[in-house]
């Protein structure tokens, strides 16, 4: 079955620092990927997307890149906030009509002024 | 712009009671879903429903639960005896079409057993 591998947290940075938390997948055929970031007490908030090979996925200074070669969609970005202090899940969803999605563990994430 | 909004935000109940989590989907999506996440895991899939009837379930979705769509607006989650492993948040999400892979997440209701 599908699987989303996330890196271990948790991360802590400093503000501005630059970010990389690493996603790997597995899955059959060619699922769509995400980024959803969650605030503390908060639900799941679409950060960006990707829907095929070599598609780059972007938002709030975020980028993703959809690498079919190395089964990854790792999230970066060049500048941290305080703000971006939260939860990252990397997930897979496949074109199917059950379409369900499949969430890595999630990445908490600190950024300290 | 639309959203799903689930109700209630917070349940709290008894162990062995019976509880109903509702969630309206946005208006024009096709395709409907469960999620929970205990605290401090990840997010994980309960089941998926299409064209009035479950599309695929995972293995936490037994006997326990199930869904409904009971008026064409209200998408709803039934836990008939709750057990103190189902305390966590559950999402609904809602998705428009087969060829759109987006799926919109409402906020979540936790549900706390005690």
């Known amino acids: 079955g599908d699987s989303v591998t996330q890196m271990e947290g948790p991360v802590t940075l400093s503000e501005e620092a630059f970010l990389t938390i690493n996603c790997t997948y597995t899955a059959t055929g060619y699922p769509s990927l995400f980024w959803y970031v969650q605030y503390p007490g908060e639900g799941l908030q679409l950060l960006l997307k990707a829907t095929k090979a070599d598609d780059k996925g972007s938002n709030k200074g975020f980028e993703a890149t959809y690498r079919k070669e190395t089964t990854s969609f790792h999230l970066e970005k060049g500048s941290v906030q305080v703000s971006d202090s939260a939860v990252y899940f990397c997930?897979?969803?496949?074109?199917?009509?059950?379409?369900?999605?499949?969430f890595g563990d999630g990445t908490t994430l600190t950024v300290k002024p | 712009e639309p959203e799903v909004t689930q109700t209630p935000s917070h349940q709290v109940t008894q162990m062995g009671q019976e509880v109903i989590l509702r969630c309206v989907p946005i208006s024009n999506h096709l395709y409907f879903y469960w999620y929970r996440q205990i605290l401090g895991q990840k997010v994980e899939f309960l089941v998926s429903f299409y064209n009035n009837e479950i599309s695929e379930k995972s293995e936490i979705f037994d006997d326990q639960f199930s869904v409904e769509r009971p008026d064409g607006s209200n998408f709803t989650l039934k836990i008939r005896s709750t057990k103190l492993e189902d305390s966590a948040m559950y999402f609904c999400?809602?998705?428009?079409?087969?060829?759109?892979?987006?799926?919109?997440f409402g906020p979540g209701t936790r549900l706390t057993v005690l």
């Open positions: 999400a809602s998705r428009e079409r087969p060829s759109y892979n987006e799926q919109f």
């Open positions: 997930a897979l969803t496949h074109l199917t009509n059950a379409g369900k999605s499949t």
